[in-house]
């Protein structure tokens, strides 16, 4: 439909979680509608109704207003358009583009066998039986014998498919429901879509969409002015655009059961919408300039469905995650402090709400800023300024503590050293004290501070260990050490 102003539409099933594949449909076809003062048209296809949850409905809004893509209109229901695709089918019916077929699919298989057809699909076996409508029968989509179905795809060219090489595709079930592709048609006829932007494991069943599409617009098909056109003639088809699979690290299709593929976990995590669309971007399509850092309405401003890439893109998780890093470095401080609430009160605490100090957090935070990629991250790296005694990563103390032979003398000499600051007590002297207790035993600082860190933090990792002692003071700093040392496995043979 070129030249008019664009109305797409994303039409997830709600079957499940909201899967990072739709959500890169989904910015797709959004970035299409903000770069034309289109139109992003949201439509459920929930008529599996052995499938489909309401809350996965739920999940895929709110999934989407985390990314700041609310749709323009919808979410409309394909459930509550049956009878409009029932009077499809009256027309396809009376048109003859339909025909009622009692075969059942181990009929078919046997009169393929026999025929030694080993290519599953329909053999035409009801054509030409004129069988009523009604009693379990399925109508099957008349395709013609003999030409060809192309599809103009903006991202792959022209694909062709041989009519011959096409079965007459069920259309509606023996109980009378409509299946996807008649159903889909209807619908964005009826709604004016001029764009399907869509995966491509959707692409062998275009063709049959296409014939089905052309059959209705031979019939004088009539929009129905649902989204408040008015009925109009059936437009010509829309542009297609079938974007790359999403594979993961073995380049094998990202999978529900395999995969972290959830938008929702991401979003839980702390991942930042702004760096999980920058991410979603680049998955088939790159800026002409080759950047990897931009914001949205710089991917709005540059992006064209003609440059996405047929390739598969490989969703990388390393990479999403040190882009999330990126993103949460650039915040501005008061932001980031903002951003980490969420994770710093309530379940999501690993202290009682009673513990949290809004000023100790403040300090630390340009400290652990620079230290996360994921917000989920920020309690690990304050929690033993919270908690009444550090927990423990037993790695942690196994690799600083257990297995280190000097950690008992080191975490003594801290003992005694830091017991003679308590009228000194800076980040400056307690980083020189603990310089000097690593000379005694033959040590630089960083290997020297490992043990004094896991015994005051609980972790080998975490804020600059001299700042965070300071905050900390010093009674619970030398209580902590002495815990460690009372610990006796403080290195082989304490």
């Given at each position: 439909m070129p030249g008019a102003v664009p109305r797409v539409r994303f039409a997830p099933s709600p079957t499940g979680y909201f899967h990072v594949g739709s959500a890169r449909t989904a910015l797709f076809n959004w970035l299409?509608?903000?770069?034309s003062g289109g139109t992003f048209v949201l439509r459920i296809e929930d008529t599996d109704t052995d499938r489909n949850r309401e809350e996965w409905v739920d999940g895929i809004m709110s999934a989407l207003h985390w990314l700041r893509m609310d749709p323009d209109e919808g979410p409309y229901r394909q459930s509550l358009r049956t009878e409009r695709h029932h009077q499809a089918i009256d027309v396809l019916w009376a048109g003859g583009f339909l025909y009622a077929c009692d075969c059942t699919r181990e009929q078919i298989e046997a009169r393929n066998k026999e025929r030694g057809i080993k290519t599953p699909g329909y053999d035409g076996f009801c054509r030409d039986?004129?069988?009523?409508?009604?009693?379990?029968?399925?109508?099957?989509?008349?395709?013609?014998?003999?030409?060809?179905?192309?599809?103009?795809?903006?991202?792959?060219?022209?694909?062709?498919?041989?009519?011959?090489?096409?079965?007459?595709?069920v259309a509606v079930k023996a109980d009378g429901a409509p299946l996807f592709v008649l159903a889909n048609v209807v619908d964005d006829i009826d709604m004016a879509i001029t764009h399907v932007i869509r995966g491509e494991d959707l692409l062998p069943t275009t063709p049959r969409g296409v014939l089905a599409w052309e059959a209705l617009r031979s019939m004088g098909w009539m929009t129905d002015g649902s989204t408040g056109t008015g009925?109009?003639?059936?437009?010509?088809?829309?542009?297609?655009?079938?974007?790359?699979?999403?594979?993961?690290?073995q380049r094998k299709k990202l999978s529900k059961r395999r995969d972290p593929v959830a938008v929702e976990s991401y979003r839980d995590r702390g991942y930042l919408p702004d760096a999980f669309l920058n991410y979603l971007g680049l998955l088939g399509w790159s800026p002409p300039g080759g950047e990897e850092l931009f914001d949205v309405n710089q991917m709005v401003q540059w992006f064209r469905l003609e440059d996405v890439n047929h390739s598969p893109a490989f969703f990388d998780v390393v990479k999403l995650t040190h882009m999330n890093g990126e993103y949460i470095r650039a915040m501005p401080l008061e932001a980031f402090i903002e951003a980490c609430r969420p994770w710093l009160s309530g379940a999501n605490a690993p202290w009682p709400d009673g513990n949290f100090d809004e000023v100790v957090f403040s300090t630390l935070a340009p400290l652990v800023q620079e230290r996360v990629s994921v917000l989920d991250e920020v309690p690990a790296m304050v929690d033993f300024m919270f908690l009444d005694e550090p927990i423990i990563d037993e790695d942690s103390w196994t690799r600083a503590v257990a297995n280190d032979e000097?950690?008992?003398?080191?975490?003594?000499?801290?003992?005694?050293?830091?017991?003679?600051?308590?009228?000194?007590?800076t980040r400056d002297a307690?980083?020189?004290?603990?310089?000097?207790?690593?000379?005694?035993?033959?040590?630089?600082l960083g290997k020297?501070?490992?043990?004094?860190?896991?015994?005051?933090?609980?972790?080998?990792?975490?804020?600059?260990?001299?700042?965070?002692?300071?905050?900390?003071?010093?009674?619970?700093?030398?209580?902590?050490?002495r815990d460690a040392l009372g610990r006796g496995d403080t290195g082989p043979g304490s």
């Open positions: 299409v509608a903000r770069q039986r004129r069988l009523p409508r009604g009693d379990g029968r399925a109508l099957r989509f008349r395709t013609p014998d003999v030409g060809i179905t192309t599809v103009h795809d903006v991202v792959r060219g022209d694909v062709e498919f041989p009519n011959a090489a096409m079965d007459d595709f009925a109009q003639p059936a437009p010509d088809l829309p542009v297609f655009a079938h974007l790359p699979m999403l594979v993961n690290e000097l950690a008992g003398a080191v975490l003594s000499g801290a003992l005694e050293a830091y017991g003679g600051l308590t009228g000194n007590w307690l980083h020189a004290a603990t310089v000097a207790i690593g000379e005694g035993v033959g040590r630089k020297a501070q490992a043990p004094i860190r896991v015994a005051i933090t609980g972790r080998r990792i975490g804020p600059p260990l001299f700042e965070a002692l300071e905050l900390m003071g010093p009674d619970r700093t030398l209580a902590r050490l």
